[in-house]
T-cell receptor, first 117, second 114 residues
Framework: GENVEQHPSTLSVQEGDSAVIKCTYS??????FPWYKQELGKRPQLIID?????GEKKDQRIAVTLNKTAKHFSLHITETQPEDSAVYFC????????????????FGQGTRLTINP | EAGVAQSPRYKIIEKRQSVAFWCNPI?????LYWYQQILGQGPKLLIQ????????DSQLPKDRFSAERLKGVDSTLKIQPAKLEDSAVYLC????????????FGPGTRLTVL
């Protein structure tokens, strides 16, 4: 299928706490999972991505974990700061119909993260 | 490195009018994408070009939307005639190769159809 489910739709955490956003996908052929951050009125910015040959990737305060068996992946932000407030989108590559090996990205609905000072 | 450029940034039209958006991808990027982002939703792929050829337009409403990428660089997306439900941000993105990989987005064009 072409669905990528993202939860929660909104998340509010205290500054310094951790935030976790989860996504599930249905295509067992999915092998690329990026996360984008979109501030109000601005373009989506890639913040981290992971391929299916690894289970976890970390970049400073941001980490992504992937569970291929359960078909879900998560974004973890530690020591949250006010500038982390934004909408976060997950995406998963899915098989394009009728073209062997070709894939495209399908995005989740987004999570609005608010960091409270 | 210059990013993906788009113009105009904002456009307001009345329903049944036509509109065109322009995109200039990152230099050297072979793949160009047009996405539609309705308020409160994630980007939805409309069309994907590999150089100047279309590789996916399965979600493009072809009765009113058209796109081209002449010479494999710049691209234009046109809507004719526009409907109220076309109000959205139209995002252009580009990536280096043909395989699914890091996509870099432009600032988008916010279209309002009255």
């Amino acid at each position: 299928g072409e669905n990528v489910e993202q939860h929660p739709s909104t998340l509010s955490v205290q500054e310094g706490d951790s935030a976790v956003i989860k996504c599930t996908y249905s295509d067992s052929a999915s092998n690329y999972f990026p996360w984008y951050k979109q501030e109000l009125g601005k373009r989506p910015q890639l913040i981290i991505d992971i391929r299916s040959n690894v289970g976890e990737k970390k970049d400073q305060r941001i980490a992504v974990t992937l569970n291929k068996t359960a078909k879900h992946f998560s974004l973890h932000i530690t020591e949250t700061q006010p500038e982390d407030s934004a909408v976060y989108f997950c995406a998963a590559s899915i098989k394009r119909r009728g073209e062997e090996g070709a894939q495209k990205l399908v995005f989740g609905q987004g999570t609005r993260l608010t960091i409270n000072p | 490195e210059a990013g993906v450029a788009q113009s105009p940034r904002y456009k307001i039209i009345e329903k049944r009018q036509s509109v065109a958006f322009w995109c200039n991808p990152i230099s050297g990027h072979a793949t160009l994408y047009w996405y539609q982002q309705i308020l409160g939703q994630g980007p939805k792929l409309l069309i994907q070009f590999q150089n100047n050829g279309v590789v996916d337009d399965s979600q493009l409403p072809k009765d009113r939307f058209s796109a081209e990428r002449l010479k494999g660089v710049d691209s234009t997306l046109k809507i004719q005639p526009a409907k109220l439900e076309d109000s959205a941000v139209y995002l252009c993105a580009s990536s280096l190769g043909w395989w699914v990989s890091k996509q870099f987005f432009g600032p988008g064009t916010r279209l309002t159809v009255l």
